[in-house]
């Protein structure tokens, strides 16, 4: 138990550090091609990292576009992404890493697998995975900082508990969990794309990415402040994520067999 205790508080270390880390950096500069690959955006694999990066709230330049002036006049205002490549004979292994502008390591993941034989989902799976190791260090907008703030004076864990978890939200859940839960109160709208899905709400405000994985009815789920898993069980969608230093479940009304 002890033991326990000890992960879930270093992992929460860890976590608040990163968070404090990129708290200091508004921009990210992705390369228009990584060290390891011979292609411009080969595999997809900076499209992606810039799509990846956006969704925490940042916001992403390519280097070889002609960047900004805040950026242009300090680069030190901007962390650089670049990507480790270990791949053995079987999987495709892959660590985000970035970086200052001193070249110093401000972040680490760790290393992303993928045993796909298709080089670009291979590319793509591997990212992804590396991608959700690392800690919740999203950029939260202004607007939403409020309920974000008087969402930990709730029970969130007890009320979203996996059986009837939706009745347990609107019976315990104060307004400010009412609102950060609300992708889960009401049907969400699969859109298809190159990677997964995006589900949209009634409003057409895209909720949560999808991200496929080797794992059927499993994907990545990215929203603007968070990263987790959805899942199916039982003939019906949960997302599952860490708040708290706990694991969190909320059923989704969603339909992604068609």
Do not use: H
Not at 50 to 74: C, H, M, Q, W
Not at 155 to 179: D, F, L, R, W, Y
Request: positive net charge.
């Amino acid at each position: 138990m002890k033991r326990f205790l000890l992960i879930i508080f270093l992992a929460s270390t860890l976590s608040l550090q990163a968070q404090t880390i990129m708290n200091n950096y508004k921009y990210i500069i992705v390369p228009e091609r990584f060290s390891f690959l011979k292609k411009v955006n080969q595999y997809n694999l900076n499209t992606l990292t810039k799509s990846l990066f956006e969704e925490r709230g940042f916001t992403v330049y390519y280097d070889n576009l002609e960047l900004p002036t805040e950026i242009a006049s300090d680069k030190c205002k901007a962390l650089t992404v670049d990507i480790e490549e270990n791949n053995s004979m079987f999987s495709t292994n892959l660590t985000l890493l970035l970086k200052d502008c001193k070249g110093a390591l401000v972040l680490k993941s760790k290393q992303g697998k993928s045993r796909e034989k298709d080089y670009q989902a291979s590319y793509n799976e591997a990212l992804n995975a590396a991608f959700a190791s690392l800690p919740d260090f999203s950029k939260t907008p202004i607007t939403e900082a409020k309920p974000i703030a008087t969402a930990p004076q709730t029970e969130p864990v007890k009320a979203a508990v996996i059986t009837e978890p939706v009745k347990a939200v609107k019976q315990e859940a104060s307004p400010a969990t009412a609102k950060e839960n609300k992708p889960s109160a009401a049907t969400l709208i699969p859109q298809a794309n190159a990677l997964g899905f995006d589900l949209l709400d009634a409003t057409s405000k895209k909720i949560f990415t999808l991200l496929k994985t080797s794992l059927t009815d499993v994907f990545i789920a990215n929203t603007i402040n968070k990263t987790g898993i959805v899942f199916k069980k039982k003939g019906n969608w949960f997302y599952e994520y860490y708040k708290d230093g706990a694991v969190t479940t909320e059923q989704l009304s969603i339909n992604l067999d068609k």
